[in-house]
């Protein structure tokens, strides 16, 4: 599962690299398709591994707290929008794709239980 949801986060963050490169409006409605799909791999992933590797008595305390961090990406709009209003929108976008991917590829080669 460590793969899979490595593996969904940055293929994730390379098809939020493809959208925002997409010339016209047709690619980039098939791009947001991948988009969707490689977040709902990862995500789906994700939830899985908590859930199965959570003693039961904890179960409810753990998810409770992934759902917090799961929505505190507003926090990440500020500097997105920064980036938006001085470089443009479709930087802002590659610009949290590479994020992404940097931080996947480095916990995937720094974590060997991640690779089991």
């Known amino acids: 599962r460590g793969l899979l949801i490595l593996g ?10 493809l959208f ?8 980039a409605l098939l791009a947001l398709f991948f988009v969707g799909g490689t977040s709902q791999v990862c995500m789906n992933a994700l939830q899985t591994a908590l859930q199965l590797r959570s ?5 409810g305390r753990i998810m409770g707290t992934y759902t917090i961090t799961f929505n505190m990406g507003p926090l990440g709009a ?3 929008g920064f980036i938006a209003a001085t470089f443009g929108a479709s930087v802002a976008v590659e610009f949290g794709g590479l994020v ?4 996947a590829s480095f916990l995937l080669l ?3 239980m991640l690779r089991r």
């Open 8 to 17: 969904g986060a940055i293929v994730y963050g390379v098809t939020l690299l």
């Open 20 to 27: 925002s490169l997409s010339p016209t409006y047709p690619v």
């Open 55 to 59: 003693p039961d008595r904890l179960r």
């Open 78 to 80: 500020t500097q997105a």
């Open 100 to 103: 992404i991917i940097a931080v």
């Open 110 to 112: 720094t974590n060997p």
